[in-house]
């Protein structure tokens, strides 16, 4: 007796009075991305528990349940069972034939069940993923589904990720986790690009001498291109047919459309280096060894190329039942067709005017091969050069131009431009991050992308199918790394062509991040966790002076900083208001979660001097492409780096004379005057034919203090100049563009750049 109403009274304890709410049960939040099209909350909520059921009846719900179940017993330690039928404590999933949008589902939560209709089986795959992200990301044996209404589907029919095998070879196990991640956040397609200069990674079973010679590379560049170093250790893998049939398949489980890419008429070394006769000198070649890319392609007046590619698509096609085959046909050096016999002979027999036009009948010559297999191909933008194939579907990745141009004729177009879209680039600013190609690419600038341009009118819009994020391997070797640099930037691209423009914020999308990245955890992803780490931002701190406002969003973080340059610590000084600046030295900061540091720290080293802060006045604007967001930038006490490219400090004139005037505060002692500029010709960079500074008391006139004329220095030349007895409140800097680049040189007869940061007044 006494036994039984222990139980029950912690049967009470557990449920409570009216025996519906098991309050030890966590309960999920509604923080789902992408952010569905629509969503309202309801009051009550679905228990999940043992006794929960899912109804599926048809084979491909089935699988889908199941990949919910492999979910919810990394959570719970069990699966539900899966029946045909069921009315409550069950989660009920139907799918119809909407052909409106084939990807679209409703999905409705409340005490009694959970009901998703999907308008087809990948719309019924799709509110399942949004069911997952409506489950707690505790462990428990019991949680709750939070009530909710959700009418959700695509804004964009294509939405992408792409993976470079050729460079760094990953394995299979590795491709499935990518797939399984991508169709986590509702991405469609799997671009796979297999073949390249430095790897041949597909079995072609007619021509065996590919996975001889073209899957291997005898060493591999070991740090910055620049460098012209190796690893000295030789480097292959490639994918049989098994191995990719088992890939296509797991894909096809999730919804997802693998796309290979086998690249033409250019990136062909590694197959040239198996049969040197495809090529135009016929060799002997050896599969790429550095990055970049190879004079030697594909011999365009040589039949033999093209019964070579005919033979290997054939095995290609049945591998992947993909609508789209990718052809690449990007970066085709035409030198070698220059000088080729043959070549110039394939140009006169079919009238051809130049080695453009002889890409063009390349690529079109194959999309007729593979129009005649029920094929379409995909090409990156260059394939426009010389005539866009009739039924090609361009991919733009040199900006978002050759996406304007193949939409106004009416192509099809994948959206990929690298200023948004290219994953290789680096996600932050900090020394420490591992080696990558270049660039900058926050999780904020990828949210920011809007894949429609705006030059398109609405019917030219439409031929916009989607976009895709592009994940070159130069510098990525491993697993780990590979995840650091596809997330969270994915799950921004994912939203970004997943749900409607106007519902999409930045802000609101970190918050649901908060708890998305929990998800990542138990998947295992080794996330970058940029967002959330310290950021500081440089202002005018409306005294004529410059002070550093640090920021974090992780939840519950704690910022500490140092003025010394010594690294942070909890025992630092807390950060607490805006820090001025008022000598020269490093600012670092980081932020703590439980005493322990969270993602990089943040670091920026001051210079001194009486113009920080001051007004400064720009006689010319700077290039849009070299511009800082203000004027600031050019008294805010930072020097630009020589990656000039990734700092925003730097302005930068094109073909002309850069003038900027700072108003100090009063009439005072000027005891020095300086600049920083750029001499690096062959990016089209040329130092200043001369500087000039001059001093005014009133602004209007000046009287020159400083002259120089030389600028010897490769990369930054610090112009310096010691003054005395000079005294006056305005100070002018003018700085005389070059001019036209000589011929010989780089970018002979453009407008030489001119690169001026940190006017310097002491």
């Known amino acids: 007796m006494k036994k039984t109403l222990l139980c029950l009274a912690s049967a009470a304890a557990l449920w409570g009075c009216s025996g519906s709410q098991q309050t030890s049960a966590p309960k999920g939040k509604v923080s789902i991305i992408p952010m569905p099209a629509s969503i309202s909350e309801k009051a009550d909520s679905f228990l999940l528990d043992k006794q929960t059921v899912i109804v599926a009846t048809n084979e491909s719900d089935k699988k889908t349940a199941a990949l919910f179940n492999a979910w919810l017993k990394e959570l719970t330690g069990y699966e539900l069972a899966i029946k045909d039928q069921g009315d409550k404590n069950a989660i009920v999933l139907h799918t119809g034939k909407d052909t409106t949008n084939a990807e679209g589902y409703t999905l409705n939560s409340d005490h009694n069940t959970v009901t998703i209709n999907g308008n087809s089986n990948s719309g019924t795959f799709y509110g399942v993923q949004t069911l997952i992200q409506l489950l707690p990301v505790e462990k428990a044996n019991a949680m709750y589904i939070p009530g909710v209404s959700i009418t959700d589907a695509p804004r964009f029919a294509y939405r992408g990720l792409h993976l470079d095998v050729s460079r760094h070879f990953f394995s299979v196990e590795f491709v499935k986790k990518y797939i399984d991640l991508l169709a986590m956040h509702k991405m469609n397609t799997f671009h796979w690009h297999l073949t390249d200069d430095q790897g041949w990674r597909i079995e072609i079973k007619k021509y065996p001498r590919l996975q001889e010679i073209s899957s291997k590379r005898k060493e591999t560049m070991a740090g910055r291109y620049a460098d012209n170093k190796y690893d000295g250790k030789p480097y292959g893998g490639y994918y049989t047919q098994e191995q990719v049939k088992e890939v296509v398949q797991y894909a096809a489980d999730h919804f997802v459309t693998v796309i290979p890419e086998i690249e033409m008429p250019g990136h062909a070394l590694a197959a040239l280096a198996a049969f040197p006769n495809l090529g135009c000198t016929g060799g002997p070649y050896e599969t790429g060894t550095h990055w970049g890319v190879y004079d030697d392609v594909y011999c365009a007046g040589n039949d033999s190329v093209f019964l070579f590619l005919q033979d290997v698509l054939d095995e290609v096609l049945p591998l992947f039942p993909s609508k789209y085959i990718h052809i690449g046909g990007d970066e085709c050096p035409k030198v070698r067709w220059q000088k080729c016999p043959k070549c110039q002979a394939r140009m006169k027999k079919e009238g051809l005017k130049d080695e453009h036009a002889l890409q063009s009948y390349f690529v079109q010559r194959m999309e007729k091969y593979l129009n005649s297999k029920g094929r379409q191909i995909i090409g990156w933008d260059e394939i426009l050069e010389g005539g866009l194939a009739p039924n090609a579907t361009v991919m733009s990745w040199r900006g978002i131009e050759g996406g304007i141009t193949a939409a106004q004729q009416k192509h099809d177009v994948i959206m990929t431009p690298g200023e948004f879209c290219y994953f290789d680039h680096y996600q932050s600013k900090s020394p420490n991050e591992p080696l990558a190609i270049g660039g900058f690419l926050p999780v904020n600038k990828v949210y920011s992308y809007e894949p429609v341009p705006t030059e398109l009118n609405a019917d030219q819009a439409k031929y916009i199918k989607g976009a895709q994020a592009n994940l070159w391997s130069e510098y990525i070797g491993n697993n780990d790394y590979m995840e650091y640099m596809v997330y969270p930037r994915a799950c921004a691209l994912s939203e970004v062509l997943w749900s409607p423009k106007d519902k999409r914020n930045y802000d609101n999308f970190v918050e649901r991040l908060k708890v998305h990245v929990k998800r990542l955890e138990l998947k295992k992803v080794n996330y970058a966790k940029h967002v959330f780490e310290v950021k500081g931002a440089v202002t005018e701190n409306g005294k004529g002076g410059v002070h550093v406002t640090l920021s974090s969003q992780l939840e519950g973080g704690k910022i500490f900083f140092t003025t010394d340059s010594t690294a942070p610590t909890p025992q630092s000084t807390p950060y607490t208001q805006p820090i001025s600046i008022t000598h020269a030295g490093t600012i670092r900061a980081q932020v703590f979660s439980d005493g322990k540091p969270f993602g990089n720290e943040f670091s920026q080293t001051f210079i001194f001097h009486k113009g920080m802060g001051k007004k400064i006045t720009l006689a010319a604007a700077a290039d849009k492409s070299h511009s800082p967001a203000s004027n600031f930038a050019m008294v805010d006490g930072i020097e630009g780096l020589a990656s000039y490219d990734d700092d925003g400090q730097w302005f930068g004139f094109k073909g002309i004379n850069m003038e900027a005037v700072v108003e100090l505060d ?71 563009n070059f001019g036209k680049i000589p011929a010989g040189a780089e970018g002979a007869g453009n407008g030489a750049w001119l690169f001026a940061d940190e006017f310097i007044i002491d």
């Open 666 to 736: 009063s009439i005072q002692d000027i005891h020095g005057v300086g600049i920083n500029t750029v001499n690096l010709k062959s990016d089209w960079i040329y130092p200043p034919k001369q500087v000039v500074f001059s001093v005014s008391d009133d602004g209007k006139t000046y009287k020159e203090v400083y002259k120089q004329t030389a600028f010897t220095q490769q990369g930054i030349n610090k112009v310096r100049g010691k003054l005395q007895q000079v005294r006056g409140r305005f100070v002018k800097v003018q700085m005389q």
